[in-house]
């Protein structure tokens, strides 16, 4: 009771949440994109650190995507902090982007699709569903490959054999 008295009851309680949960993924983000070098090479860990952040937050992600509260309405500014958490990964793609010499339009299709790659697995992880009772972190890391591949921010691994001169 007094914990909803403070926030202004359940709906209250459930946007702090959101709102500190999108304010933690996004600095995990932005710490994990500022710790390599190489922008290029720096995505999949930073997509990675999405799934390790909803493993480590279990009730806080559930909350922060809507499965714990299902009733509440997130607002403008639960909303917003969501878009700043997006933003850390468009700055990611953003920055590889540059690096490569690519043009840099469409990041922020780019940085949901990436999103999306790593969030899909990872839920399905959370829940138990399978085939993630085995190997999620493979799983999550072929997903956000594929996506890497088709958005050129990968080499394309090559099927044929090397040749010698």
């Not at 890391?141 to 054999?161: F, W």
Request: charged letters at 25%; aromatic letters at 6%; hydrophobic letters at 40%.
């Amino acid at each position: 009771k007094v914990v909803y008295t403070l926030f202004g009851g359940k709906n209250g309680l459930s946007e702090g949440l959101k709102v500190e949960g999108f304010a933690r993924l996004r600095f995990a983000v932005e710490r994990e994109r500022r710790r390599h070098r190489d922008p290029v090479s720096a995505l999949l860990p930073v997509m990675m650190t999405y799934r390790g952040f909803a493993l480590a937050q279990r009730s806080l992600f559930r909350v922060m995507f809507g499965n714990a509260l299902p009733e509440h309405v997130p607002t403008d500014h639960s909303r917003q902090q969501a878009r700043l958490a997006l933003g850390a990964v468009e700055s990611a793609v953003t920055e590889a982007r540059a690096a490569l010499c690519q043009e840099t339009k469409d990041v922020r299709e780019a940085a949901v699709r990436l999103w999306a790659a790593v969030h899909g697995p990872v839920t399905l992880e959370l829940e138990g569903i399978p085939p993630f009772d085995a190997d999620g972190e493979r799983l999550a890391k072929l997903a956000v490959t594929d996506v890497l591949v088709g958005l050129r921010l990968r080499p394309i691994p090559s099927t044929r054999p090397e040749t010698g001169p």
